[in-house]
């Protein structure tokens, strides 16, 4: 049992190798992109119907700090702008942060009504990238990689 299992482990590490080299990079780019279709196509719809979407800040999403003009303003801003940072690898994990407070707020502000596991699921991913980084197929990579090469490291 012993000398199978030290067969084994070398093999199980060097498939579990493989994996972090090549499905790792593919899984954070689809998380990337994941996040940004669910909250870019939020800021589309939020411009496509903004009477709607004021209306709505003033009754429904109401925010004890913010002004419902301005909440609105900024929800679909972060929504376009941050979503397309984070799609594109670019000071991601920093762009990630303005979601990631959007969807908590969602999820623990707004009240029950929006206490969902879809909200959950996207706190989890967006903690992944603010934790993780974008991966190798990124920006944020190509510029770190540029970096480290120009300074001889």
């Given at each position: 049992m012993i000398s199978w299992l030290n067969r084994a482990v070398p093999q199980v590490g060097a498939l579990i190798g493989l994996l972090e080299q090549r499905?790792?990079?593919?899984?954070d780019l689809l998380?990337?992109?994941a996040?940004?279709?669910?909250?870019?196509?939020?800021?589309?719809?939020?411009l496509g119907d903004w009477p709607g979407t004021l209306a709505l800040f003033h009754t429904d999403y109401q925010l004890p700090l913010l002004p419902p003009d301005f909440a609105a303003v900024m929800a679909a801003s972060d929504e376009l702008l941050a979503?397309?940072?984070?799609?594109?690898?670019?000071?991601?994990?920093?762009a990630a942060l303005p979601l990631l407070a959007q969807a908590l707020v969602i999820q623990y502000g707004l009240g029950p009504a929006y206490h969902t596991s879809e909200h959950l699921l996207w706190i989890v991913l967006l903690l992944l990238l603010v934790s993780r980084g974008p991966g190798r197929i990124s920006?944020?990579?190509?510029?770190?990689?540029?970096?480290l090469e120009g300074n001889g490291l």
């Open positions: 499905l790792a990079p593919l899984a998380v990337r992109l996040l940004f279709l669910i909250f870019f196509q939020a800021g589309i719809a939020k979503s397309l940072l984070v799609l594109i690898g670019l000071g991601a994990r920093l920006l944020d990579h190509v510029i770190r990689r540029r970096l």
